[in-house]
């Protein structure tokens, strides 16, 4: 089984918050809005990383990350893009990409708030991990770890801490 730290919009923010859930992963899922280059070349250094850039991104996270993932691991097909919206309510650019990939897991940040949902219209499991940095109005701190495991989506764990 393969574990997955998941976060997005940390907006420039590393800390022991995020820092201290790393070891217990096999890699590192960033949803966008990184912030800087500082905190891709730091996740780099500690586990494999897979992000897309952000609305907030500058031109050296841009050039690092691309706009969207589409990619298999152990047998779950992903998609990541920073804003796609939501089940019911998923942006053009995340309904194009959808169909054109067709995820089981599809991962979007932006919001700032935290969602889990299954999409029984596209037959997948949305995560927004909500925001790890402290930048936004979130008052709570939020990242998702969970496996991946011959097909299956396991272990799902909600990560807080409060700003």
Known sequence: MKKILLLSDTHGTLDDFALSYLDDADEIWHAGDVGNMKVVETLEKIKPVFGVFGNIDDA????????????????????????????????????????????????????????????EKNSLLYINPGAAGKSGFHQVRTMVRFGLDKGEIKDLEIIERKR
Do not use: N
Not at 60 to 77: H, I, L, T
Not at 96 to 106: M, Q
């Open 60 to 119: 050296g996270v841009r050039s690092a990350w691309p706009e969207y993932q589409c990619f298999e691991r152990e047998g779950v097909k992903v998609l990541i893009l920073h804003i796609g919206g939501y089940p019911g309510r998923y942006t053009r650019r995340a309904k194009s990409l959808i169909r054109e990939c067709g995820p089981d897991l599809f991962i979007a940040g932006h919001s700032h708030i935290l969602k889990v949902m299954y999409d």
